[in-house]
């Protein structure tokens, strides 16, 4: 048994106004809590230290540099980190992430128990649009506010197992947890925002929303003997409703854990890592049954191509 005791830290809404500092301590809040239920390992969501600016547009996109992080750790983060280090927690959290050279990624990282950041993703699959759509009953403007990301899906050694992440639009492409899979990965932790309303199409219901939220995560987990750990930021932000959904998933698709509600929760689960090798040595023995002759399409073609 390799478990690590996995706290899945979901937030609820951050208003356009909440400062930094005041999420540093609900989510130092949750840290807490988890620790008090022997949790070694924290994920918390996407876009984790403000609210989900993409929908808010800014004619200058200099001055959505206010919604990214130069530093990481900052004075504002820092105390975030300490805390983790004095309860010899992990740690995962996603924020925008604005580079040296200028660039900015939607970015996630993984903090080991010692408060080192171990690992940097940026997220690959941004979904929305760059300029202002009137036709929109909101605007998500991922694809104005950031690159794709550039560091490929990558796994690591952290915390006795093989970890990868992704960040939500991520989740719901197939290709994101393979490229995992076959590098062996063990738990995928991935946050998301996900508004409850289709911003064009206003009739799906938040219950198809969830159905393909859950139905990503768990497809993802099973066909990959994998963990997948997808964390909520949910609630109502600024009369902009995100939904909830965190969940805790196991190597066989099922969902273990769920935190209920919109509200900053915790749920705490032990993740044994070890349950992933059945399904690695059997059914998704990939070196036995995958026939990678036939599938060249998929990193031949980005589009569809109909010839028939
Ligand atoms: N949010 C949404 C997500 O992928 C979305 C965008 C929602 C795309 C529903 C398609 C359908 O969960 C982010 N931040 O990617």
Redesign the pocket.
């Given at each position: 048994m390799r478990v690590i005791r996995t706290a899945a830290a979901q937030l609820g809404p951050i208003q356009r106004d909440e400062g930094r500092p005041s999420v540093v301590a609900r989510m130092i809040a949750l840290m807490d809590e988890a620790k008090g239920r022997g949790a070694t390992f924290i994920v918390y969501p996407?876009?984790a230290l403000t609210t989900?600016f993409?929908r808010w547009h800014h004619e200058d996109r200099a001055e959505a540099d206010v919604w990214f992080e130069a530093s990481m750790p900052s004075a504002e983060t820092q105390p975030l980190f300490d805390r983790a280090r004095e309860h010899g927690m992990g740690m995962s959290f996603g924020y925008a992430e604005l580079t040296p050279e200028g660039r900015h990624f939607?970015t996630s990282i993984l903090v080991d128990p010692e408060g080192r950041i171990a690992a940097t993703y940026r997220?690959i699959?941004?979904?929305?649009h760059v300029e202002y759509d009137p036709e929109r009953t909101h605007q998500?403007l991922?694809k104005r506010y950031f690159e794709p990301g550039d560091l490929g899906f990558p796994v690591w050694r952290f915390m006795g197992g093989i970890v990868g992440m992704c960040?939500?639009?991520?989740?719901?492409w197939p290709e994101t947890y393979r490229v995992m899979g076959l590098q062996g990965v063990e738990m995928v932790v991935l946050g998301?925002?996900?508004?409850s309303v289709?911003s064009q199409k206003g009739t799906e219901a938040l219950g198809d929303?969830m159905f393909?939220?859950k139905l990503s995560v768990q497809a993802g987990a099973y066909q990959n003997a994998t963990w997948v750990v997808a964390v909520a930021k949910a609630g109502d932000e600024d009369g902009h409703h995100l939904m909830g959904g965190t969940v805790i998933v196991d190597p066989d698709g099922k969902i273990v854990a769920e935190v209920e509600g919109e509200a900053d929760g915790v749920v705490v689960h032990d993740c044994d890592l070890d349950a992933t090798r059945f399904g690695k040595e059997t059914i998704f023995d990939f070196a036995r049954h995958r026939r990678i002759e036939h599938y060249g399409r998929i990193t031949a073609q980005t589009g569809a191509e109909v010839a028939v």
């Open positions: 996407e876009l989900f993409p939607n997220k699959h941004l979904p929305g998500h991922e960040i939500c639009n991520d989740r719901r998301f925002n996900t508004p289709n929303r393909h939220h």
